[in-house]
């Protein structure tokens, strides 16, 4: 497993030390939400992490890739989790307030190993040699997190999430997944055919929410990739336009924009599929394209 990547999921230095392993734990500290109960048929993904923007960021991101979601932020709420529900995998830090991962592994591992659980540890401490098999954790990465290898090792653990791509029509194996991207800016959207080209995909293009609706009245996409910001009608507009309308609405979208965070999350709340901020790494959209058509 890569231990080094593209993408700091913090942002900045992990400055925290690591803590002696002890026999007792400390209080629970309480959870800012309580974890929802997973979808039904969809792949479920705990997600034990004290900081909240590394957690945040990697609840976006397997939601954006098909898999249901819940948060702990210590080895007690992970723990309380296990109780009610079977996760498919956890991703675990290891230094958390409380009651550590090397802690949450110590207590749960019978459990764990009697529900057949894998555990991918996400820290700031390198597993290197054989440490990560004497803790009997699956799969290992280092912050700053490589995305692409490590929703690709999720996948291998937790098994391939369903999403509205796949639950629709199965696209016939000759011929390749058809894509449109919806952009105004011409570079942008150029760029972005062409990475789709080399990956495998069809592409279509259009800059604004008019010309997209007269090709996708024509030829149906397997994927809208959406910009927000466009001129006339917005990516807003369509979106709130596709809840009404179930020919539209069963074709998965993916917003990728520079608006700002707020606005992303409204679109989602619009019924967007996924969403990616610019500038994004090719590799991140990649990522996210395969876990909607294939």
């Not at 990547?5 to 002890?22: E, K, Y």
């Not at 401490?125 to 280092?142: E, H, K, N």
């Not at 069809?202 to 466009?230: F, H, K, N, W, Y």
Request: glycine share 6%.
């Amino acid at each position: 497993m890569s231990t080094a990547g593209p993408v700091d999921a913090s942002g900045q230095a992990n400055n925290r030390t690591v803590a002696r392993f002890g026999s007792h734990a400390q209080a629970p500290v309480p959870s800012s939400r309580p974890a929802p109960h997973p979808a039904p048929g969809l792949r479920h993904v705990l997600v034990v992490e004290d900081d909240s923007p590394i957690r945040a960021m990697l609840a976006d991101l397997l939601q954006d890739a098909g898999y249901a979601v819940a948060e702990a932020i210590n080895g007690f709420e992970a723990l309380k989790h296990l109780r009610e529900q079977r996760p498919d995998l956890i991703v675990l830090d290891l230094m958390l307030p409380g009651m550590s991962g090397w802690q949450f592994l110590e207590r749960s591992h019978l459990q764990l190993e009697a529900a057949n659980i894998p555990v991918l540890v996400l820290s700031a401490i390198s597993g290197r040699g054989d440490y990560p098999a004497t803790l009997g954790v699956a799969a290992w990465f280092t912050k700053p997190l490589d995305v692409p290898q490590f929703l690709a090792a999720v996948e291998q653990l937790a098994g391939s999430s369903r999403t509205l791509a796949r639950q629709g029509a199965t696209l016939r194996s000759h011929r390749r997944p058809r894509v449109l991207v919806v952009e105004d800016e011409a570079i942008i959207r150029t760029l972005i055919t062409e990475h789709l080209e080399d990956a495998g995909y069809a592409a279509q293009t259009a800059s604004s929410i008019e010309e997209a609706t007269t090709l996708m009245a024509g030829e149906r996409p397997d994927l809208v990739l959406l910009d927000l910001m466009l001129p006339g009608t917005s990516g807003w507009s369509f979106l709130r336009h596709r809840r009404d309308d179930p020919s539209l609405a069963a074709i998965p979208v993916l917003v990728v924009s520079a608006a700002a965070r707020e606005r992303l999350h409204e679109a989602k709340e619009l019924g967007a599929d996924g969403f990616l901020s610019k500038p994004f790494d090719p590799d991140v959209l990649s990522a996210l394209l395969s876990s909607f058509v294939s």
